[in-house]
């Protein structure tokens, strides 16, 4: 059974679509003040709306950036941290897959810039507030396709031979990484951290690619539709993690559809975690 989320805060990226606009609007109706993170100015205040509207709760706030730069990290943490005083619950979420070779303003590549080093960033921006305010939840979207991944710290960002799918597997490889290891180092500060499988889900996911890789990207989600399962349906595990009172104490874990399940054993290289920290620490400049 979910808890009343009444009075706690939650930060929930990528809010503006899919299971993130899905999972605010579930904690919405729980009670909980929801503060959504979008990029694209347009969807992001029609999701607010939306949440808004649809919970009958007042208390969801917006805060816009772009999380595939660090300045807009920094941006986001800054701003939560300029209204808000506590943070009960983070939920990382943010990500996409780029079917070409791109980087970021910070010369990054894109997938691994928005799908890892946004998660690692933005809870190391965080972590005083959550401690602050513990007990606190971090949860990561991983998936499935963490499976297909490999940590090479020689091609991190997949500089020689760019796949789209295997960079994409990679991050959400790395998102597991990092949430093993950040357990292991949250150890007695009542601050848990979980990684989950939202499952296959309808969303935008691939969308606003060019070219004719994000038409082969486009034309394919819409092929797997009809199989795949709906946004509301990818979002409750996220909610689950955020409010169940079940797994308040459960952290270093994976959950797929709200259970505990097994990741690959390579997700648990406790040595490959503490390498991904060490290169990410450096790449934002805390190391």
């Not at 660090?70 to 005083?85: E, P, R, V």
């Not at 921006?125 to 602050?132: F, G, I, S, T, Y």
């Not at 459960?250 to 040595?271: C, H, L, N, W």
Request: proline share 3%; charged share 15%; hydrophobic share 40%.
């Amino acid at each position: 059974m979910t808890n009343d989320m009444t009075g706690r805060i939650c930060l929930i990226t990528g809010a503006s679509s899919g299971i993130g606009k899905e999972t605010a609007l579930g904690l919405a109706q729980l009670g909980a003040t929801v503060v959504m993170h979008g990029n694209h100015p347009v969807r992001s205040q029609a999701a607010l709306d939306y949440v808004r509207s649809t919970s009958g709760n007042p208390n969801i706030d917006l805060i816009q950036a772009d999380l595939s730069q660090k300045s807009g990290i920094q941006h986001l943490a800054d701003t939560f941290k300029a209204n808000y005083s506590r943070l009960d619950v983070l939920l990382n979420n943010a990500g996409m897959l780029r079917t070409s070779y791109q980087t970021t303003l910070d010369g990054l590549e894109y997938t691994f810039a928005l799908n890892h080093l946004a998660y690692f960033m933005l809870t190391h921006l965080l972590l005083d507030v959550l401690k602050a305010s513990a007990p606190a939840r971090i949860i990561n979207i991983s998936s499935d396709a963490h499976t297909g991944g490999k940590f090479d710290p020689a091609n991190l960002q997949s500089e020689r031979g760019y796949n789209p799918l295997n960079a994409y597997s990679n991050s959400k490889l790395f998102n597991l990484l990092f949430t093993y290891e950040l357990a292991r180092r949250l150890q007695g500060t009542s601050v848990t951290v979980n990684a989950l499988h939202p499952g296959f889900v309808a969303s935008r996911f691939g969308k606003g690619n060019p070219g004719l890789r994000g038409s082969l990207v486009g034309s394919f989600m819409t092929l797997v539709r009809p199989i795949a399962i709906s946004e509301k349906r990818g979002a409750e595990t996220s909610i689950y993690l955020a409010s169940s009172p079940a797994v308040a104490n459960v952290t270093g874990m994976y959950f797929y559809r709200k259970q505990i399940t097994k990741s690959s054993p390579k997700s648990y290289d406790a040595e490959a975690a503490q390498q991904l920290w060490d290169i990410s620490a450096k790449l934002i400049g805390i190391a």
